[in-house]
Each structure stands twice: as C-alpha cells, then as structure tokens.
C-alpha cells in the first residue's frame, strides 16, 4: 500500500468553466485559514482504498491511521510505502503487528501514486465550491472519499503505475 496525506481547506479553488453566451458565470470566493486532513493508504494491486479524516498531521494522528488500516485488514502482510514527512519519522510511531513501514527517498513525491487520487479528489469534487464550515467541508470530503473508495476500478486506473504493478511480480 502506498500512503500520503492532503490538507483541505475553506479556500476556494476558483476554476474556468462553461457557460452559454453571453452568461457571465460567477463563483463564490473564499480565503479563511481553516483546515482538515484527509490520510490514504491505497493498494496498487487492486484498487483498495482506505481513508480517514483527523485533524491533524502529526505522530498521534498518523498511529490512528496505522491502527486502522491494520484492524480494516487483520488477514493481510501490508508493506506501507510512505514519504520522508516528521511524523512519520517519529521514535513514538509503532506500526501495528501486520504492517510495515518503507520510506520513500527524500522530496520525490512523483513515486507517490496517492498524489495523483489527491489531484483527482480536489479536480473532481472540490473546484469551484465555497463551505460555509469546517464541518460542510468535512462531510463533503467524506462524501468524496467514500465515492472514491467504492470505485475501485477508477482508484487502480490512477494508482496502478506498470513500474509499480511489475515490482510486485515476483
């Protein structure tokens, strides 16, 4: 599995798009410093999604995310590739009995597939769109990842890089 994490905000992301002639669209604005963080972990091989939403990016959150992922999948040896970020660094992290941590090589997000479901979410479910709540926010990122975990053809289209899917034939 491969694991990252995305920062979603009550900052619009203002995008072009269309509208019939002479009709000046107009989109809702909006630039308020409030965040929620959305952690993955995805399978390459089959199109697995798992997600949670916490409030944070630290060493506590990220042994949540751990722990869960695990309990989701107790039958399963999981070797969870994930970048170089402090928390996941942290002496305090304990990956639980059937999970395994392999670090990416420093600032090379492109080997990331995770990145590229964090480009689909925020294209697909997040352009154009102003949340009058970190709460409105939260439960339409949870609509969103809910969509994209149960469309696990969509999810192994954007993951499932052939350099990655070749490594794993052994």
Not at 24 to 47: F, I, K, L, N, W
Not at 55 to 61: D, F, I, Q, S, T
Not at 75 to 89: K, N, S, T
Request: glycine residues 4%; aromatic residues 8%; negative net charge.
């Amino acid at each position: 599995m491969f694991q990252d994490e995305a920062r979603f905000g009550r900052i619009s992301d203002t995008r072009r798009c269309w509208c019939p002639k002479p009709v000046r669209p107009m989109v809702g604005a909006m630039v308020t410093q409030e965040y929620t963080y959305a952690y993955a972990a995805v399978s390459v091989a089959d199109g697995g999604l798992d997600s949670l939403i916490l409030p944070h990016v630290n060493g506590n959150c990220m042994q949540l995310f751990l722990d869960e992922v695990a309990a989701r999948h107790p039958d399963d040896r999981i070797v969870m590739v994930l970048d170089g970020a402090g928390w996941h660094q942290s002496h305090e992290l304990v990956p639980p009995s059937n999970l395994r941590l392999l670090k990416l090589p420093p600032y090379s997000p492109e080997l990331n597939p995770v990145e590229h479901l964090w480009d689909e979410l925020r294209e697909k479910s997040f352009h154009n769109l102003v949340f009058d709540s970190l709460d409105a926010l939260e439960i339409h990122l949870e609509s969103a990842l809910r969509e994209m975990e149960s469309d696990i053809a969509r999810v192994r289209s954007i993951v499932a890089w052939p350099w990655i899917i070749k490594s794993l034939v052994i």
